[in-house]
């Protein structure tokens, strides 16, 4: 088990840096990133370098986020702006990293294999450590919920951090699909982290036209021919691999709530821009959440535990 229970409630860093690089799906390039230990209080930034330079600094949360059509941006410019956020972020707020400085050499963090395993064993790789801080949290007060025609989302209360998401396309293969469960960092590495971006072929077509995609690949993406197969070799990772996706996006979209929230999050047929505005609903109305530095009462039910990680 983890680095011990009493050290549950207070910030965490981690323990050296460590550098990842890979291919940026949206412009084809090879990017590296670096993770930097962080001091308590800054919180999750991105830093957008050039050589020795840093040309831009984004803290991760919802008010620096320019755009969220095909993936989350940070920032308002391309010159400067930082894409592709959603999946280390859903590493970095399921392992219950609160401070961390992220140096990108690129306009978007590498694409990896197109889930977060990548960067929980980077992070694993390093370790974990707890700084002298206590951690806040969000804690859900009351319902908040977003529709829009057939989709919606609410926060409720909940002793956790709990995630219910439920998609339904029309394609057979993916169909109707739901994932529920409580979010610990044991949970979203077995269950979630694994899961890969999905498309179909036709949109890959027409996405490459158009210029973008252009590092999308079947090394990165489950990619469904219009014959309604997955042409990927390897075939799925979990039986409803997308649903389990869609989740981790969830959680990398609500990591920019900026402190983990202690509620239940549900959403059907939901994506990137439902996630930000249900966010921002919240966000909106004082009354529907409190800020706290406990996370529970009972240890049983604390929606995060420090998790077990050596250093090499
Ligand atoms: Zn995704």
């Not at 910030?11 to 460590?18: C, D, G, L, R, Y």
């Not at 529970?296 to 090499?312: D, G, K, M, N, Y």
């Amino acid at each position: 088990m983890g680095l011990g229970i009493g050290l549950l409630g207070f910030q965490t860093t981690i323990a050296h840096s460590v550098t990842l690089s890979g291919t940026g799906v949206h412009s084809g390039a090879e990017v590296a990133i670096t993770f930097h230990p962080a001091e308590a209080d800054s919180g999750i930034v991105f830093q957008r370098v050039v050589g020795e330079q840093a040309i831009s600094e984004f803290k991760a949360v919802s008010s620096q986020v320019g755009n969220t059509d095909l993936c989350t941006i940070l920032g308002f410019s391309p010159a400067t702006s930082i894409a592709t956020i959603e999946h280390v972020m859903a590493a970095i707020y399921a392992l219950g990293l609160d401070n961390l400085l992220i140096e990108v050499h690129g306009a978007e963090m590498p694409i990896m294999d197109g889930s977060s395993a990548p960067f929980i064993e980077a992070i694993e790789q390093t370790g974990i450590k707890a700084l002298a801080t206590k951690r806040r949290y969000i804690r859900i007060l009351k319902p908040v919920r977003i529709e829009s025609g057939a989709s919606w989302s609410e926060f409720t209360p909940y002793d956790g951090m709990r995630f219910e998401v439920e998609i339904d396309f029309d394609c057979p293969l993916i169909g109707r699909q739901a994932w529920k469960g409580d979010i610990t960092p044991s949970v979203f590495k077995t269950e979630l982290s694994r899961a890969r971006t999905f498309g179909f072929m036709r949109d890959v077509e027409r996405m490459w036209a158009a210029g973008r995609g252009l590092g999308s690949s079947l090394e990165n993406s489950v990619v469904i021919a219009d014959d309604n197969t997955v042409i990927n070799m390897e075939g799925l990772r979990y039986k409803d691999e997308f649903v389990r996706h869609k989740t981790l996006d969830a959680v990398g979209d609500l990591a920019l709530a900026g402190a983990p929230f202690i509620g239940c999050y549900r959403s059907y047929r939901g994506g990137h821009k439902m996630n930000a505005n249900a966010l921002k609903a919240l966000m909106s109305d004082p009354t529907a959440y409190e800020i706290v530095e406990t996370a529970t009462q009972r240890q049983r039910s604390a929606p995060r535990e420090v998790i077990a990680v050596s250093a090499p």
